[in-house]
């Protein structure tokens, strides 16, 4: 859905697609995303480690290929990569070849065996990997008018917003599926709470969700089965990223896809979405000019195609021996710098595996020709 109208207003999608990707975009920035906002790959070399060691059993499911592929979905500047290829046994690595895909130009200085791609190349064989790609694939933004009808939210390039049109065709069915704008005919308005188990929904930019009921009146707006849209509430349409992701995963011959993103579920998306922006570590609001990171938490179990596995980053981490445990004290007095180093390293762990932060992150596992490589976890009720 694309809306462009004379005054400058048009959709949230195209206009986060100029903002980010455009030729003054921001993810062409000189600086980079580090530049902006840390991710696991930036928080410790255990995470490069980490998807190296699940590399490998992708490895063993494949039986040892002669070219085990290694792509990194919206690779930055190759800092994942990289830190996979190094991270890989000699026997490995050897046979293994990285892609990096990314629509900014290659930076100098990576390593020659990674080739730089605008798409993810068709048909190889290994592992897809999309850590926080998936967030940045622009999408619209629906929100409920005062006559109880979801609209797209359109946007100037200064940040402010009006309502346009209805909701329609394809995007309004994804909403009707994954993200209903509906509440409760009589009573308060039921908000999200978080999911029981390994996936707890982030919190939403700018605070808790709120307490009271911010609906107007719903008398005369209600819907089917008794429920109510209530005014105010937002969605953000994933059905671009189910399609990215669709693509992502048919480009594979065989082998396994990872996306590893902020994430919510099904019966506790955020009432009043995700959308923000991030600029020099702190969080903004959302301004399509070029100037920031415009990004929105991502609906994974709607991106999720059959035989998919969802678990959080904490799970999977685990599952790969990534463990924040303190080393014993009895290291230090025999070898004091190795308790340093694992007590470093134990830190890092602990943040990329903590509650509240990065552990809660969501994992889709998607296997394609092969068995669910990665023990533990759940299977997503999709």
Sequence with gaps: MRCDTADGLRGWRPATEEALYGPSGFYRRPEGPAGHFRTSVHASPLFAGAVARLLCLVDEALAHPAELAFVDMGAGRGELVTGVLKALPSEVASRARGYAVERAARPAGVDHRIEWLPEPPPGVTGLLFA????????????????????????????????????????????LARWWPLTGPPDGPLLLPEAPEGPLPLPEAPGGPFPAEDVRPPAEGRQGPGGQVPAEG??????????????AAVASLGRGLAVAVDYAHFAGARPPFGTLTGFREGRETAPVPDGSCDITAHVALDACALPGARLLSQREALGALGVSGERPSLGLASTDPSAYVRALAGAGEAAELTARGGLGDFGWLLQPVGIPDPLPGGEQPST
């Design 131 to 174: 850590n926080e790609w998936l967030d940045n694939v622009p999408l619209d933004v629906a929100e409920v008018d005062a006559e109880g009808t979801a609209r797209l939210v359109l946007v100037r390039e200064d940040g402010r917003e009006s309502l346009g049109e209805p909701v329609a065709g394809a995007e309004a069915e994804w």
């Design 233 to 246: 509430l937002r969605a953000e349409v994933g059905l671009p990223r189910d399609a990215a992701w669709a």
